[in-house]
């Protein structure tokens, strides 16, 4: 038997609905996911502070340096990686890319075959 990985896509939201320089919270599969548009660039990040559980939907986006509003971690939103603590882990970084008016979360799933 082998593990074959297939690519499926997510829609997560409209392109006109993630403005420059605001972040936008979306869930997806239980999943909060937040998007950012710095310098027309798009971001996804886990839109949950890897500190404590906060959404960073509520912090504040400077550039694309997202601080969260509980504790103010610093996370880069390009990257995941923790800026300033308190938080320690960095934030997953989702692959998406827009695609005639959407924007889409590539993920990839293993399937079993014969």
Do not use: K, N, W
């Amino acid at each position: 038997m082998t593990t074959v990985e297939e690519q499926e896509y997510l829609v997560l939201a409209r392109s006109q609905d993630v403005r420059e320089g605001e972040p936008t919270s979306v869930v997806s599969d239980g999943e909060v996911i937040l998007l950012t548009r710095v310098h027309g660039q798009l971001h996804a990040v886990s839109g949950i502070c890897t500190h404590a559980y906060s959404e960073l939907a509520d912090g504040e986006l400077d550039g694309t340096r997202l601080y969260c509003s509980l504790h103010f971690a610093c996370f880069d939103v390009r990257t995941g990686a923790v800026l300033e603590g308190p938080a320690e882990h960095p934030l997953r970084v989702y692959p998406v890319f827009e695609q005639d008016g959407d924007i889409l979360l590539r993920r990839e799933r293993r399937v079993q075959g014969a």
